[in-house]
T-cell receptor, first 114, second 115 residues
Framework: AQSVTQPDIHITVSEGASLELRCNYS??????LFWYVQSPGQGLQLLLK??????LVQGIKGFEAEFKRSQSSFNLRKPSVHWSDAAEYFCAVNSGGGADGLTFGKGTHLIIQP | NAGVTQTPKFQVLKTGQSMTLQCAQDMNHNSMYWYRQDPGMGLRLIYYSASEGTTDKGEVPNGYNVSRLNKREFSLRLESAAPSQTSVYFC??????????????FGPGTRLTVL
């Protein structure tokens, strides 16, 4: 069965500093990977997705993620964070083959220090 | 184009009461989903509907029922609410669940407290 691990429950970053959120997946075939963001009191918004091709994908709000098959990772990055980036971030993998194919990690809570 | 909408936004119930959470999407998507979100647990799938007229259990279906009323609407019912059902509930929709490239779009959530 597929699984997603987000090793960091909480991360604190100073405003203006760079950010990297880790995501590791376990899935035998080609994974289809997503990052979602959940601002306080809001629903989940899609940041970016990887299906194939270039392993570095660009998303909204200045985020990017890099797919590394050898490390089974899909880490999310941003060069300079803003206070408005404080949120919960979820990585997810879709194995396809059915409507229940999307598996989420448990999330990383990002705190921005002024 | 509102995307996925959910009602109500907040609800407080007493143990044993029943209620229905409503979800609607205007993206002409085939599939709809109900998730619950609990601290430290991420999102867990309760039920889904791959297409109009079909529903299936997800990871945590006990205590819930669903109805796919039409292509737009998918409701979640708690027949006899329990404190363990205190959670935030999210509805989502997607176009083609049997494709690996399928992308789910989420509603704003319903925060439910059962006393």
């Amino acid at each position: 069965a597929q699984s997603v691990t987000q090793p960091d429950i909480h991360i604190t970053v100073s405003e203006g500093a760079s950010l990297e959120l880790r995501c590791n997946y376990s899935y035998g075939a080609t994974p289809y990977l997503f990052w979602y963001v959940q601002s306080p009191g809001q629903g989940l918004q899609l940041l970016l997705k990887y299906f194939s091709g270039d392993t570095l994908v660009q998303g909204i709000k200045g985020f990017e993620a890099e797919f590394k098959r050898s490390q089974s990772s899909f880490n999310l990055r941003k060069p300079s964070v803003h206070w408005s980036d404080a949120a919960e971030y979820f990585c997810a993998v879709n194995s396809g083959g059915g409507a229940d194919g999307l598996t989420f990690g448990k999330g990383t809570h990002l705190i921005i220090q002024p | 184009n509102a995307g996925v909408t959910q009602t109500p936004k907040f609800q407080v119930l007493k143990t044993g009461q029943s209620m229905t959470l409503q979800c609607a999407q205007d993206m002409n998507h085939n599939s709809m989903y109900w998730y619950r979100q609990d601290p430290g647990m991420g999102l867990r799938l309760i039920y889904y509907s791959a297409s109009e007229g079909t529903t299936d259990k997800g990871e945590v279906p006990n205590g819930y029922n669903v109805s796919r009323l039409n292509k737009r609407e998918f409701s979640l019912r708690l027949e006899s609410a329990a404190p363990s059902q205190t959670s935030v509930y999210f509805c989502a929709s997607s176009e083609a669940p049997y494709l690996n490239t399928d992308t789910q779009y989420f509603g704003p959530g319903t925060r439910l407290t059962v006393l």
